[in-house]
């Protein structure tokens, strides 16, 4: 879709008028920005925190107790939280102050609209970009490549190529890149022999690790001190995870039905199948389970009190924790990694793959103590007795934090990830 | 001119043939005026109008309450050679109003197309439209009868409005009623329990009130 056809003059009337609509767009911009920080806000009021026992009975909401026989508060439909009566909107049909904020925002913001066009046309890379945006956009950067010749001085580019040349033949390279292959092929061997119950991502991490090199030995060729360096390095990296693995395994040993255990029991396990299936195919298919959709979520620090706020808005186009019944209770679970002990969790949404939980949660922490600790924000089915199937996971890391006591830190939606560590290299760069 | 001093931004969007009267009617709908004379659209443009929208569904948590709506009404060119670029513009918007010219049978037998253009390329495969045959005004040269149009209309499951931008007839009307549809079908898409493909399983519902047809199979 392009402007070409279009006489000179008849151009410049659309694009006038595009620009009349990009104005109309910025204030429209602008207005949901803020409907979404005051939602923010009122999420952050109902607050839950890692300190508080699950147990107590108060409004999630206000955080006022619930009486046992007295005000004991209702369970909300959209949240499934135990509200008090002043925490309420509407009547019969009441939902709790923040769900009812939330459906408000997605009405007023247009959002369902983007999500119905989505569901249409989910070949659009960005949902909220217009048709009106997007060839604004085209014809802005034309114009600006019409003006400034983006042609480089074609001596510098034979050089380059004189030089890539040079390098791609010389025996040093050559030689290199044998080396550095055999190695990696022994120390892979290596690893799956020796380590029985070696987490299978520990693998993805090499083989990313040989990515590496060899884009690293196009530039200098290395010597092969240099590639075993770089092999013990990869291994060195994967020790706290062998440690944590094993750790796992004392808890599945001594489990006894009780939650905790069951939980982690069941994510080891997943992750073993589930790391293997990514090496074989990259596609993240692990029992049958293949890890769509994608997670809100948004992380801001609090200096004033110390702690990391998580939100967990909503989850969209789950995977089917029982792909037989097409069914799905999922929640989702937090850890600051390496911390096992943080865990967090949201209710269980029943019978949907477009959960919406909308709970902040509260973590105390220094701020410098983030340094090196990554959130893991897992989305499980909870299926009868106490089954967990594993939905897809999103690792952030916490550290490179520079948002001083931002007030708002935005929601996003990242996509959800089958268990592995390249989910985390991927999201490094953010 | 424009603030962000509004509760909803809704988009909607004029189509039908050249000449059926879309820029004229949208002239008359946002500054009362008429302008008799016959300029062509460019591509598309779009004019603006800030209404008070009162709830009219008593089921609604919101019943009964106002809200500022600023409408942005886009105006296409009807002429074939501007299509490819009309039409892109359809995906944008949450509603339609297909025009036709009462004085035009030709108008009226394209309005079938125009009908499988917003099917392809609209935001769902059953948006809101309202159809609306214009110059009602000119009685003498009427070629499309009220019975017909209505009957289109009732094939479609959408309304009908004889509409005239000369005097003004229905106008409002017409922008009024394809607002409401897009406002129902928004608190629509909103509660509506998640999709279920494989099976509509009713029992999965969690807590749905009276199980009202649903529009909104997009």
């Not at chain 1, 803020?34 to 806000?41: A, F, G, P």
């Not at chain 1, 092929?185 to 520990?202: A, E, P, T």
């Not at chain 1, 865990?343 to 709970?359: C, G, H, I, M, Q």
């Not at chain 1, 934090?401 to 990830?417: A, I, K, M, V």
Request: glycine share 6%; hydrophobic share 30%.
């Amino acid at each position: 879709m392009d402007l070409s056809f279009l006489k000179v003059l008849e151009r410049e009337r659309v694009l006038e008028v595009l620009h009349r609509d990009k104005h109309l767009r910025k204030i429209e911009e602008e207005r949901i920005r803020k409907m979404k920080c005051d939602l923010q806000d009122l999420r952050r009021k109902g607050a839950k925190s890692y300190a508080r026992q699950y147990g107590e009975r108060t409004c999630a909401r206000c955080q006022r107790p619930l009486g046992k026989f007295w005000n004991t508060g209702a369970v909300c439909r959209g949240c499934s939280h135990r509200i008090c009566s002043r925490c309420r909107v509407g009547v019969a049909d009441w939902k709790c102050t923040v769900c009812h904020a939330y459906r408000e925002v997605k009405i007023r913001s247009g959002e369902w609209f983007l999500e119905e066009k989505a569901k249409k046309f989910s070949a659009t890379k960005d949902k909220y970009e217009t048709v009106g945006e997007k060839l604004l956009n085209l014809y802005t950067v034309q114009r600006h490549i019409a003006v400034v010749p983006p042609t480089p001085p074609p001596h510098l580019e034979q050089d380059f190529r004189g030089k890539f040349r040079e390098l791609k033949n010389s025996k040093a390279f050559t030689q290199s890149m044998e080396d550095l292959k055999d190695c990696f092929k022994s120390h892979i061997r290596k690893f799956s022999n020796s380590q029985h119950d070696v987490r299978g991502d520990l693998l993805t991490v090499d083989l990313n690790q040989k990515g590496t090199c060899f884009r690293y030995s196009t530039q200098k060729s290395l010597s092969d001190t240099d590639i075993s360096k770089s092999c013990s390095l990869s291994k060195r990296e994967s020790l706290p995870n062998l440690f944590k693995k094993s750790k796992d395994s004392d808890h599945e040993g001594s489990s006894t039905g009780a939650e905790e255990e069951t939980s982690f029991s069941s994510e080891h396990s997943f992750n073993h199948r589930g790391s293997i299936g990514s090496i074989g195919t990259e596609s993240g298919v692990f029992e049958g389970i293949l890890v769509t959709g994608e997670m809100e979520l948004a992380v801001a620090y609090n200096s004033g009190s110390s702690c990391l706020e998580i939100t967990v808005g909503a989850c969209r186009n789950l995977t089917y924790g029982n792909s037989k019944k097409k069914k799905s209770h999922p929640y989702v679970k937090l850890y600051v990694l390496p911390d096992k002990n943080s865990k967090l969790k949201t209710a269980v949404k029943k019978n949907t793959t477009d959960p919406v939980y909308n709970e902040v949660f509260k973590y105390n922490i220094e701020r410098h103590l983030l340094f090196g600790k990554r959130l893991q924000a897992s989305v499980w089915h909870s299926g009868p007795l106490k089954r967990k199937v594993f939905l897809g996971e999103v690792l952030l890391p916490l550290d490179g934090w520079r948002q001083e006591n931002s007030t708002f830190q935005g929601l996003y939606w990242y996509p959800l990830c089958p268990k592995t560590e390249t989910g985390t290299a991927e999201y490094n760069g953010h | 001119m424009t603030d962000g001093d509004y509760d909803y931004l809704i988009k909607l969007l004029a189509l039908g043939d050249s000449g059926v009267g879309k820029t004229t009617f949208l002239y008359r709908y946002t500054d009362n005026k008429f302008n008799p004379k016959f300029i062509t659209t460019v591509g598309i443009d779009f004019r603006e109008k800030r209404v008070v929208y009162t709830a009219s569904n008593p089921n609604g948590t919101t019943a009964g309450k106002t809200f500022k709506v600023h409408l942005q009404l886009w105006d296409t060119a009807g002429q074939e050679r501007f299509r490819s670029l009309t039409t892109a513009f359809f995906r944008d918007a949450m509603g339609f109003l297909l025009m036709f010219d009462l004085t035009s049978q030709q108008s009226f037998l394209n309005v079938r197309n125009w009908m499988s253009q917003l099917q392809a390329n609209a935001y769902c495969e059953n948006p809101d439209i309202v159809l609306v045959g214009n110059k009602a005004d000119l009685a003498d040269q009427r070629e499309v009868q009220e019975k017909q149009a209505k009957e289109l209309a009732d094939k479609y499951g959408i309304p009908y409005f004889e509409t005239s931008a000369a005097t003004g007839a229905e106008v409002d009307k017409a922008v009024i009623t394809l607002l409401d549809l897009v406002m129902k079908r928004m608190e629509q898409c909103v509660d509506k329990p998640p999709a279920d493909p494989a099976n509509g399983n009713g029992a999965a519902k969690l807590g749905e009130g009276a199980p009202d047809p649903k529009r909104c199979a997009c």
